[in-house]
């Protein structure tokens, strides 16, 4: 089967005061039909970036430096910004971490998704309105005549997020990246935003990237998992096989610290930091933090191989296992 999505070796820098970030170093990544991909990693592992990437929407101060990013047989990359408006919110859209910061202030909920459905579709505002309508009972808010009216100061973060996941889904999209969508939540909405997430890609047969910090998360959604790492790829697998035969350090870490039910002693954490991407990384990455590491780890940075049935890892040690 075709992917839908593959991004090849993508690169992405950011111009700072400090000097220049580089925040993907060669990201490798592949989503297929019908497919939820999570991409999990600690917090400046490159998870945000790779989705903005995918959409164009990186901040001015960024540069793509190398790669390329291949939906349905096009490269976005090599897209002019019109041809690009035309996928992006409609063949791809997002779900963004902060929802009232993803909607504007000024205006009526309502008219923000059903003026996203005119710009895409020959559709008449009273027919926008319909489907806008439709979307909001579909999410699960009560009384959509009400809510259509409402400004977003005026809705809990709950209700918002739901908003936020009508607009990215009312177009039917063919890919759905949503980045931490439940992280701003208390723990009971978590679980519902989860279930709704999971209820309608599936119904809409759209693939989805899931980017979250939280593997347990990501076994609740995902069929395949990505881990990231300092701009890189680090592990690539079916969900079960990553859960049951991690075979990177870091993967390792993250799993031993997911809090088990009925443990009394300390939480598990792995000791260290993500290294600063404002130097040049020799080896890999991970190695100063590894209770693996050996000395060709800190002198040479290991490819991602395929250790077989698409089970893929980054790490001398653990290649061949």
Aim: charged share 25%; glycine share 8%; hydrophobic share 45%.
């Amino acid at each position: 089967m075709d992917p839908l999505l593959d991004v090849i070796d993508l690169h992405v820098q950011f111009r700072t005061l400090r000097g220049i970030v580089r925040a993907l170093r060669g990201v490798f990544l592949r989503v297929y039909p019908e497919e939820v991909l999570a991409l999990v990693g600690e917090t400046g592992s490159g998870k945000t970036v790779t989705g903005l990437s995918i959409l164009r929407l990186l901040d001015p101060s960024a540069e793509i430096t190398k790669g390329e990013i291949i939906f349905q047989g096009k490269d976005l990359l090599l897209l002019p910004e019109k041809e690009m408006l035309k996928i992006r919110g409609k063949d791809i859209t997002m779900i963004f971490q902060e929802p009232k910061a993803a909607l504007n202030p000024v205006m009526r909920v309502g008219d923000q998704i059903a003026e996203a459905l005119i710009e895409h579709e020959e559709i008449t505002k009273r027919e926008a309105r319909e489907r806008v309508l439709e979307y909001l009972t579909l999410v699960g808010l009560p009384d959509p005549e009400r809510i259509y009216k409402m400004y977003p100061h005026e809705m809990s973060g709950g209700m918002a997020q739901r908003i936020v996941i009508a607009m990215a889904l009312i177009h039917n999209p063919k890919l759905v990246i949503a980045d931490e969508p439940t992280s701003s939540l208390d723990v009971t909405i978590q679980a519902q935003i989860i279930d709704l997430i999971k209820d309608l890609v599936r119904k809409t047969g759209a693939s989805s990237i899931f980017i979250t910090h939280d593997l347990g998360v990501a076994a609740e959604l995902a069929d395949r998992i990505e881990v990231m790492y300092a701009g890189k790829a680090v592990e690539v697998g079916d969900i079960w096989e990553i859960f049951e035969r991690p075979l990177h350090p870091y993967t390792e870490g993250l799993l031993k610290a997911i809090p088990k039910l009925g443990d009394k002693g300390e939480l598990f954490s792995i000791e260290g930091e993500i290294p600063s991407l404002l130097k040049q990384i020799n080896g890999c990455a991970f190695a100063p933090r590894c209770p693996y590491a050996e000395d060709k780890c800190f002198s040479e940075e290991p490819p991602l191989v395929d250790v077989g049935g698409g089970h893929l890892v980054a790490c001398h040690l653990r290649v061949g296992q």
